[in-house]
Nanobody, 115 residues
């Protein structure tokens, strides 16, 4: 059974940083693509970043240069480092993977950027 558990969200001031974690079980993060999505109030869920065995991708001009995705294979955990946060980054952030024909999502972690 694949399980994903996000953590690291919280309230941060504009310009601040957060690192989100996605701890995985039942799947190896080194072998399968792992994704970070976010959903802001009243908006559709959108892909933010993806990491596969051979490459990383940051999706969207609004976060390029500020967000970085990485993983720790020993901890079986994927990270999203978010720097220079802006109020428009406020959203619930989700970890997601696709394994044997099925999507698996974490429960999400709230990120609020506000002064």
């Amino acid at each position: 059974q694949v399980q994903l558990e996000e953590s690291g969200g919280g309230l941060v001031q504009p310009g601040g940083s957060l690192r989100l974690s996605c701890a995985a079980s039942g799947i190896s993060v080194s072998m399968y693509p792992m994704n970070w999505y976010r959903q802001a109030p009243g908006k559709q869920r959108e892909l933010v970043a993806r990491i596969s065995s051979s490459r990383t991708t940051i999706n969207g001009d609004s976060v390029k240069g500020r967000f970085t995705i990485s993983r720790d294979n020993a901890k079986n955990t994927v990270y999203l480092q978010m720097n220079n946060l802006k109020p428009e980054d406020t959203a619930v952030y989700y970890c997601k993977t696709f394994y044997y024909g099925k999507d698996y999502w974490g429960q999400g972690t709230q990120v609020t950027v506000s002064s």
